[in-house]
């Protein structure tokens, strides 16, 4: 951090962005506030492409969840296994912590 000038560390302590070129003061924020204003599922959609943008699809992994998913589903389906409603399963956690 030291090669990084005053200037610039203050902007990154305030969250501005640096886009290519001259500064963008409060590009982030408008961005936020935009995002924030739409209906939920657009705000979703939103998400989910900025999180593919972060960690993009592998499709061996993809693969992966898909055959173990399809297993699990077999399970339930056969009877090899018995669901756990998530209630229950938040309640053995929490449970576990408060030892």
Same mark, same amino acid.
């Given at each position: ?7 610039? /560390?203050?902007? /990154? ?13 409060? =590009? *982030?924020?408008? +961005?936020?506030?935009? @995002?924030?204003? +739409?209906?939920?599922?657009?705000? @979703? +959609? /939103? ?20 055959? *173990? @998913?399809?297993?699990? /589903? ?8 018995? @669901? ?10 929490? =449970?576990?912590?408060?030892?």
């Amino acid at each position: 951090m030291r090669y990084i000038h005053d200037h610039i /560390l203050q902007d /990154l302590e305030r969250k501005m962005v640096f886009i290519g070129g001259p500064r963008q003061v409060g =590009k *982030t924020q408008d +961005l936020i506030d935009e @995002a924030v204003s +739409l209906p939920i599922e657009e705000r @979703a +959609l /939103l998400v989910d492409s900025l999180l593919q943008s972060m960690n993009p699809l592998n499709k061996e992994n993809d693969q992966k969840w898909a055959s *173990t @998913a399809k297993k699990r /589903l077999e399970e339930l389906r056969s009877g090899k296994v018995q @669901a756990v409603p998530g209630e229950k399963v938040f309640e053995n956690i929490w =449970k576990r912590f408060e030892k």
